[in-house]
T-cell receptor, first 112, second 111 residues
């Protein structure tokens, strides 16, 4: 069974640009979660999508947004990039309402 | 008070010994508890999930849950150098709520 996949692996942007990160969940999983992990810091919850709808949102500004497509893949968009947005962005998926989340390899975003 | 608290470490344990990792949480209604392992530069990997009071064993790993004390722990028996990683405790109140992660305990197994 293929795991969660994310693209790109690395992304380099300059301040003020927009970044788009993509995630494909494990087959059969309908929930997708996004987390930010800055260097040396813990996992910060960003967004949770299930069945195409946003179910929960972390304490992040509106320039962090996303969506979930009919095939359950998801996209995270970060507008007006700031230097402090540099981090590892992790996507996880789970079965509908199931508790266990499985993580993808992450996208490392660097903002210069 | 943080919602999920862990000692940041590093916790240094000799090879072959038992490593004990601890976690406390603040939400009394929490129902689901997880331990993840994260190697440096990699993504978290689910090791154990536990939902009921008591012990749950899987190979060299044992998760212990005490809801009355709002405490969950992970024991690693016969510690190996490959167990050196950061261990994240995660807590979920209900199916409809998000998972809250602790900041992790860095474990180092010395040969």
């Amino acid at each position: 069974e293929a795991g969660v996949t994310q693209s790109p692996t690395h992304l380099i942007k300059t301040r003020g640009q927009q970044a788009t990160l993509r995630c494909s969940p494990i087959s059969g999983h309908t929930s997708v979660y996004w987390y930010q992990q800055a260097l040396g810091l813990g996992l910060q919850f960003l967004l949770w999508y299930d069945e195409g709808e946003e179910r929960n949102r972390g304490n992040f500004p509106p320039r962090f947004s996303g969506r979930q497509f009919p095939n359950y893949s998801s996209e995270l968009n970060v507008n007006a990039l700031e230097l402090e947005d540099s981090a590892l962005y992790l996507c996880a998926s789970s079965l509908e309402w199931d508790n266990e989340q499985f993580f993808g390899p992450g996208t490392r975003l660097t903002v210069l | 008070q943080k919602e999920v608290e862990q000692n940041s470490g590093p916790l240094s344990v000799p090879e072959g010994a038992i490593a004990s990792l601890n976690c406390t949480y603040s939400d009394r209604v929490s129902q689901s508890f997880f331990w993840y392992r994260q190697y440096s530069g990699k993504s978290p990997e689910l090791i154990m999930s536990i939902y009921s009071n008591g012990d749950k064993e899987d190979g060299r790993f044992t998760a212990q849950l005490n809801k009355a004390s709002q405490y969950v722990s992970l024991l690693i028996r016969d510690s190996q150098p490959s167990d050196s990683a950061t261990y994240l405790c995660a807590v979920k109140a209900s199916s409809a709520s998000k998972i809250i992660f602790g900041s992790g305990t860095r474990l180092s197994i010395r040969p």
